[in-house]
């Protein structure tokens, strides 16, 4: 049990930033009120301190993708495996969960690599703790342009371009679709009961739209992706999202669930990933598009949720709005807000101290990590 006392706490919800004591009890938050009874407790003093939410990595890799000759999330052999799910590709004991406890990431969305057009289920997975899988499935990957382009073409496969992709995807949602009606015949009729076949059962929750299609995309494919979700009314989330700014009437469009922007670094490729535009993060906050950001772990620097939100800042976003993109909104993009995200009373005790806003602050310095209620990093 834990009493953080005369901390000011983002709660990031609608209470806002206030300075209050907060309990920590049984990995939740307890308590959140003035001059708490400390009976029982370690007393954290934090006092001048920022105390935020645990962040969530709204895109990651880490656990199973090592380097490119090491690699468990990336099934480059079919540009169509849907039947795959990353639990089976992460490594818990992996040391890059120790890289994300020292950034302040408490939560990760692990998902399968961008080679194939249809990848597999992903998870939302905390770095550290006894029961780790907070959804699962969290979404269904899939990916645009040059990724499955650059791993197929090579081969003289499908897809070498754009309209092989679409088409693919258009399929094989279509062949979801078909099989789901099959087995709501057969529910009159057992004998019309389809064979079973776990690649379209994993895109049934995307038709049902309890989860999303998450789709690695750039610039105009995102375009792409949104005509593919409204054919199909399903919900998608836009990863990476470089030039998004071009987008913003058509990115708030219902069938969007989330834009998450990252991860900030050179243009990759030219003329798909040549727009960088940090600047978006604040326009689609200003017009109601849930936007998050990502680390694309493990390839990328140390500290990447930090420097996205700093990018964001740099380019006039509020800096608790920017908070909010490794806190909230990506806790509401992945469907896990009822858990983590925020600091309210009920939630899983996922907590950092900050001697700073890091939003803001450049020299702000990480001091305390809790998950689950449990010191992870003092």
Request: aromatic share 6%.
């Amino acid at each position: 049990m834990y009493v953080i006392q005369n901390g000011m706490l983002y709660t990031m919800e609608e209470q806002g930033v206030i300075c209050a004591d907060l309990r920590v009890e049984d990995g939740k938050i307890a308590e959140i009120g003035e001059k708490l009874s400390t009976e029982g407790a370690e007393v954290i003093n934090a006092a001048g301190k920022c105390v935020t939410p645990g962040f969530i990595d709204a895109h990651s890799h880490v656990g199973g993708l090592m380097s490119m000759t090491d690699d468990d999330l990336n099934e480059l052999t079919n540009p169509l495996t849907p039947e795959l799910d990353a639990y089976y590709g992460i490594n818990p004991n992996d040391k890059c969960f120790s890289v994300c406890i020292r950034q302040g990431i408490t939560t990760s969305c692990l998902i399968p690599g961008s080679g194939n057009v249809v990848g597999g289920w992903g998870m939302a997975y905390k770095s550290a703790g006894e029961d780790r899988v907070i959804r699962r499935p969290a979404a269904l990957k899939a990916a645009m342009g040059i990724n499955p382009k650059g791993c197929y073409a090579p081969k003289n496969m499908t897809p070498m371009t754009r309209m092989a992709i679409a088409n693919l995807l258009r399929t094989y949602l279509r062949n979801v679709k078909e099989y789901m009606e099959k087995k709501l015949e057969a529910a009159e009729n057992p004998e019309k009961m389809p064979p079973y076949d776990l690649g379209l059962e994993h895109g049934i929750p995307v038709l049902e739209k309890k989860i999303p299609l998450k789709v690695h995309s750039y610039m105009h494919d995102m375009m792409t992706v949104l005509e593919i979700a409204k054919e199909f009314d399903i919900l998608v989330t836009l990863d990476h999202a470089q030039g998004a700014s071009d987008y913003y009437e058509e990115l708030s469009d219902e069938h969007v669930q989330g834009v998450i922007f990252g991860p900030t670094c050179a243009p990759l490729f030219a003329g798909e990933g040549g727009k960088l535009d940090p600047e978006c993060c604040k326009g689609l906050d200003d017009r109601g598009i849930p936007v998050a950001v990502m680390t694309d772990g493990p390839v990328t620097t140390v500290n990447m949720l930090v420097y996205e939100m700093g990018e964001a800042v740099r380019r006039g976003m509020d800096p608790v709005r920017a908070l909010a993109m490794v806190t909230s909104n990506a806790a509401q993009i992945l469907g896990i807000k009822e858990r983590v995200g925020s600091l309210s009373v009920g939630k899983d005790a996922d907590i950092l101290i900050w001697s700073k806003l890091p939003s803001l602050a450049t020299d702000a310095v990480l001091e305390n990590v809790l998950i689950d209620g449990e010191m992870v990093l003092r």
